[in-house]
């Protein structure tokens, strides 16, 4: 396992060592490697939601299709017992 040496401010670092004390992380790798993870997956997510972007881009749906979308959207909320 790789590990990483950072600094950070004195604010940040209360602010993590109070996460620890209400007990939502056991320490402060726990935090960081926390936030590093969600960082890569947000990142991850927006490129794939960019990728699909340029698709629909380079071949966006036909009036047909999104005729067909909008009927079986209907359909479904039809369907739902409110």
């Known amino acids: 396992m790789a590990q990483l040496v950072t600094r950070i401010?004195?604010?940040m670092a209360?602010?993590?060592d109070a996460l620890?004390?209400?007990?939502?992380?056991a320490s402060r790798s726990d935090v960081?490697?926390?936030?590093?993870?969600?960082?890569?997956?947000?990142?991850?997510?927006?490129a794939i939601g960019d990728q699909i972007i340029a698709g629909y881009d380079r071949l966006p749906?036909?009036?047909?299709e999104l005729l067909r979308a909008e009927v079986a959207a209907?359909?479904?909320?039809d369907d739902e017992p409110w």
Request: negative net charge; hydrophobic residues 35%; glycine residues 6%.
């Open 61 to 64: 749906e036909s009036p047909d």
């Open 74 to 77: 209907r359909a479904m909320i």
């Open 32 to 46: 960081v490697r926390e936030g590093v993870a969600r960082l890569v997956d947000e990142r991850r997510r927006q």
């Open 14 to 16: 209360d602010a993590i």
């Open 9 to 11: 401010d004195d604010e």
């Open 20 to 25: 620890i004390a209400s007990g939502e992380f």
